[in-house]
Structures are given as structure tokens and as C-alpha cells.
């Protein structure tokens, strides 16, 4: 079965870049999407079809994908982006979540 | 305001059933696909089921394969979720998901119901 694969923690200080990238095999032929989940929220999605941004997501957050990896960059991070991210691909009409990467500000 | 709110959840006992219900408003619910997803607390998110927008289509995850059912009825905007043989490992946070049809992203999600399976 298909699996993505995230780092478990990301930290960065406030004002920088922070990247946090997920892997599957040959997941750049298949569409990436980005979602952030903060501390008893539901999820919100944040990136869709490897870089469009729903509205109201600030410009901040952008993705990339690309042979095994797909990428969200957030710039000039906020202390309110600190929450967990997931990635998104389909396979075969299931979807599959990768293991979710801890964005720590500070 | 478009919204999912989900309802059902509670305590149940191992190979026990519970039915969970989403419904929607603020949006044509008739032409949305609709997704479970759950999550163990603390951990992350795992995809359930996915049903199509006239409940022509169904796809599951294998672990719920054969045990779980989704359904829907457009007539009362709500997608339900028919959990039978209820497991401990199918505790977990509910959610239910619109699909953004065209971009096939999960854009839209409610707050979640809990699921306990214990004795």
C-alpha cells in the first residue's frame, strides 16, 4: 500500500522559513495536498493540487512537488502556524495521510 | 455559513455497532463527495470512507473493509457512517469531510464526534 512519509518535529524561529517536506514513491506524478491541524481543532486545509492556496489562507504558506517529495514552505512564520501539518495524496480512490509533522515556533 | 457537524459518538462495546451522522448546511450537499476520517487522540489522521455525491460510489480503508458502511441521504443533507463488530482500535476522533470535487481536496471538515469501544 502507498505511504507517505514526514519528518516528526519541524522547529523554527519567528520570522523564518520553515519547510516541512513529505515522501512517497514518485509522488510527484500524483497531486499533494497540505492540511494544519492546531490543538483541539479539526483539520484546515492549506494547500491544495501541490500549490494552490484555498481563500483565506495567507500567502505565507506555498507547496511544491516534485519526484519523491512534496513541500510546504512557510515564510516568515508566525507563532500562529505552530500546529501539526499533514500531507495528502490519493491512490487508487483512497486517500492516504502521511504521519504529520510538529511545526514548533520559537 | 457552510458547516458539517457530526453526531453519534459515544461508549460501545468491543463488537458492538453505532451509527454516526454528519450533516451539512450552507452548501448544495447533493453535489459533494463526503469522506470519514479519524484520529486517535494524540495521533494522526487515518482516511475512513468516501462516498460519492448520488451514494453511487463507496471506497474504504482496508481496516474498516467489511465492518464499516457509509451512506447518505441528500434529501436531509447528512452522510452517516454504520459501524458494526467495533473493535478497541477503532477508538477515535470522527470526522466527517466535504471533497472539493474538482481539486479533490478535503476543504471543508467538522469538529468531530468521539468514538470510545472499551468494556
Known amino acids: 500500500s502507498y505511504e507517505l512519509t514526514q519528518s516528526p518535529s519541524v522547529s523554527v524561529s519567528p520570522g523564518q522559513t520553515a519547510s516541512i517536506s513529505c515522501s512517497g514513491d514518485k509522488l510527484g506524478d500524483k497531486f499533494a495536498y497540505w492540511y494544519q491541524q492546531k490543538p483541539g481543532q479539526s483539520p484546515v486545509l492549506v494547500i491544495f493540487?501541490?500549490?494552490k492556496r484555498p481563500s483565506g489562507i495567507p500567502e505565507r504558506f506555498s507547496g511544491s512537488n516534485s519526484g519523491n517529495t512534496a513541500t510546504l514552505t512557510i515564510s516568515g512564520t508566525q507563532a500562529m502556524d505552530e500546529a501539526d501539518y499533514y500531507c495528502?495524496?490519493?491512490?487508487?480512490?483512497?486517500?492516504?495521510f502521511g504521519g504529520g509533522t510538529k511545526l514548533t515556533v520559537l | 455559513e457552510v458547516q458539517l457537524v457530526e453526531s453519534g459518538g459515544g461508549l460501545v462495546q468491543p463488537g458492538g455497532s453505532l451509527r454516526l451522522s454528519c450533516t451539512a448546511s450552507g452548501f448544495t450537499f447533493s453535489s459533494f463527495w463526503m469522506h470519514w476520517v479519524r484520529q486517535v487522540p494524540g495521533k494522526g489522521l487515518v482516511w475512513v470512507s468516501r462516498?460519492?455525491?448520488?451514494?453511487?460510489?463507496?471506497n474504504y480503508a482496508d481496516s474498516v473493509k467489511g465492518r464499516f458502511t457509509i451512506s447518505r441521504d441528500n434529501a436531509k443533507n447528512t452522510v452517516y457512517l454504520q459501524m458494526n463488530s467495533l473493535r478497541a482500535e477503532d477508538t477515535a476522533v470522527y470526522y466527517c469531510a466535504r471533497d472539493l470535487s474538482l481539486s479533490d481536496a478535503l476543504d471543508i471538515w467538522g469538529q468531530g464526534t468521539m468514538v470510545t469501544v472499551s468494556s
Open positions: 495528502q495524496a490519493w491512490d487508487s480512490s483512497t486517500v492516504i
Open positions: 462516498i460519492y455525491s448520488d451514494g453511487s460510489s463507496t
Open positions: 493540487q501541490d500549490f
